[in-house]
């Protein structure tokens, strides 16, 4: 018996904030473009930081993109077929739902491509994340600069004192910052 080759599997890039995951995401999205690939990018609707209608990245890279509520709406956007390749960011702000999307597109042969915060700013992993690099066949850890000493950061600082576990915000909210500093921190705001 013979069966049809057709290809899809999970990408998932991760880090702390200002490490380039956008950034990271955009590039590969537009060399999907540049191969003449059908593509689709989506964003939680939650993440309305530098606009309603692109992903973004910290250092103004933009690329047109669906707002979802729901993981769900994603699947609802390709149900009609012919796109090769969705890219997703922020999907620490999804629903776990975005584990069983990811899969089902990925085994109709889509390449599935996933931004998004390994952990909170408490240290934890945030929502999905875990679970989509545990199924993903490559997954990207990229890392900012600590800005307390320089090493490679992987934490990401919250600065102000709210303990809410959604809190968007820019440098005004969060650094980046390596495990040795973010241990230091947490010990002195616990005092």
């Given at each position: 018996m013979e069966?049809?080759?057709k290809t899809g599997w999970i990408e998932v890039i991760c880090g702390s904030m200002f490490s380039g995951k956008t950034e990271e995401l955009i590039r590969r999205m537009r060399r999907v473009q540049?191969?003449?690939?059908?593509?689709?990018?989506?964003?939680?609707?939650?993440?309305?930081?530098?606009?309603?209608?692109?992903?973004?990245?910290?250092?103004?890279?933009?690329?047109?993109?669906?707002?979802?509520?729901?993981?769900?709406?994603i699947l609802?956007?390709?149900?009609?077929?012919?796109?090769?390749v969705i890219g997703i960011d922020e999907a620490q702000f999804l629903d776990?739902?975005?584990?069983?999307?990811?899969?089902?597109?990925?085994?109709?042969?889509?390449?599935?491509?996933?931004?998004?915060?390994?952990?909170?700013?408490?240290?934890?992993?945030?929502?999905?994340?875990?679970?989509?690099?545990?199924?993903?066949?490559?997954?990207?850890?990229?890392?900012?600069?600590?800005?307390?000493?320089?090493d490679l950061a992987n934490h990401s600082h919250r600065l102000t004192k709210s303990d809410k576990i959604v809190e968007l915000g820019e440098k005004d909210i969060y650094e980046p910052v390596c495990r040795h500093c973010f241990n230091k921190l947490k010990k002195k705001n616990a005092d």
């Amino acid at each position: 018996m013979e069966y049809a080759k057709k290809t899809g599997w999970i990408e998932v890039i991760c880090g702390s904030m200002f490490s380039g995951k956008t950034e990271e995401l955009i590039r590969r999205m537009r060399r999907v473009q540049f191969a003449q690939r059908s593509l689709a990018i989506f964003k939680p609707k939650i993440d309305t930081r530098y606009s309603v209608e692109e992903v973004v990245s910290h250092d103004a890279k933009s690329i047109k993109s669906i707002t979802v509520s729901c993981s769900a709406e994603i699947l609802e956007h390709t149900l009609a077929g012919g796109v090769e390749v969705i890219g997703i960011d922020e999907a620490q702000f999804l629903d776990n739902g975005i584990i069983e999307v990811a899969q089902t597109l990925a085994n109709q042969g889509v390449r599935v491509i996933i931004a998004g915060l390994d952990t909170d700013f408490r240290g934890i992993p945030f929502g999905p994340m875990p679970y989509l690099m545990a199924i993903a066949e490559y997954v990207t850890k990229e890392h900012a600069i600590c800005v307390h000493c320089g090493d490679l950061a992987n934490h990401s600082h919250r600065l102000t004192k709210s303990d809410k576990i959604v809190e968007l915000g820019e440098k005004d909210i969060y650094e980046p910052v390596c495990r040795h500093c973010f241990n230091k921190l947490k010990k002195k705001n616990a005092d």
